[in-house]
């Protein structure tokens, strides 16, 4: 898909310009590479935990959920490139979209999926729900735990690949994840010593818990691929690589703010509200012709 984006682009010509040099088309082709080549070190290196024979289910999920809705939006973004052609039943967008988007309902429908990373999040990988439904019945008593697995886990992440580890040239965006590691431990804490069993339930809020984990777990892929390509090919010649991984921290991180500051700041009891006006009309509730 990225290949047919680029060659219509770059062949392609409106007020006599190719629409290749357009800022809104280069961003579409910028972020379906960048996140391709994201995607790629998250499978790659979720791989080598298949290799180590260690639990890779939080890491496999995040390449399914990442992977599916990445797949997704690459082809529509090739489609819009595309124009009124990329409609047309003669070219293969159409067809790559509805088979693209089983992959966001099997193997784990993507919402189930997200609450499963989102959960994990807040103890330790692996034995999943023996533990926490332990915990869970015994909540004040047993925070200590939970609190306990919370850390383990995203220590566990941190160190376990290696951040220090990191090329030097990439250490702010190296200090970035490990700070929002600790950030999201803590506010993984937090809900879970605020909404003791009820966490389980709290939708809204570990939707925003996955999608920080997955960012997360991108950006530690990413560092870790783009520090193998600095030490086999030098700092110049990994050039675009290191742009990459630079560009994908920028953007991380302004999601991630944005997900963590909306875990206490948001509009949820009014997001319920409007579902529940939308279930009572039995659809749309406003209907301007209604009336
Ligand atoms: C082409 C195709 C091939 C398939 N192949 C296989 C196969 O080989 N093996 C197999 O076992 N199955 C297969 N399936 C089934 C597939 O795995 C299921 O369709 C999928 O798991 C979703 O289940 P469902 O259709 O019952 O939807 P539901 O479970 O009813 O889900 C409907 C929606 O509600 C959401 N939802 C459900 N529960 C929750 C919750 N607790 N919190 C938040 N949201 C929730 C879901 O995410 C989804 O968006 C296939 C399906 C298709 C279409």
Known sequence: M???AVEHATQRKQFKTRIADFEMIREKISEMTAHTYVLESMVYMTAGLVDKKVDYSLEGAC?????????????????????????????????????????????????????FIALTGMKEAGDVLKDFQGALSHPVSQYGVLKGH???????TVTSYKLDKVHPSLAPEADQAAKYAAVL???????????????????????????????????IATLSRVTAA??????????PEIEIVRWFAFQARHRM????????RHKDAEATAISEA????????FDLWGW
């Open 2 to 4: 990225i290949k047919l």
């Open 150 to 156: 919370a850390q383990k886990w995203m220590r566990g």
């Open 230 to 239: 600095i030490e086999k090919k030098g700092e110049e010649k990994a050039k």
């Open 257 to 264: 703010v944005a997900n963590l500051k909306a875990l206490d």
């Open 278 to 285: 939308a279930y009572e009309a039995g659809g749309y509730p």
């Open 63 to 115: 390449c399914k959920v990442w992977g599916t809705e990445l797949l997704w939006k690459t082809i529509n973004e090739a489609l819009q490139i595309s124009g009124g052609n990329g409609f047309m039943n003669e070219y293969p967008y159409g067809r790559g979209l509805r088979d693209s988007r089983i992959n966001m309902i099997f193997e784990g429908t993507n919402e189930i999926l997200r609450l």
């Open 185 to 219: 431990r803590n506010a993984c804490e937090t809900m879970v010593y605020r909404n003791r069993k009820n966490v389980v339930n709290r939708q809204y809020l570990l939707h925003r818990i996955a999608d920080v984990v997955m960012d997360l777990y991108a950006q």
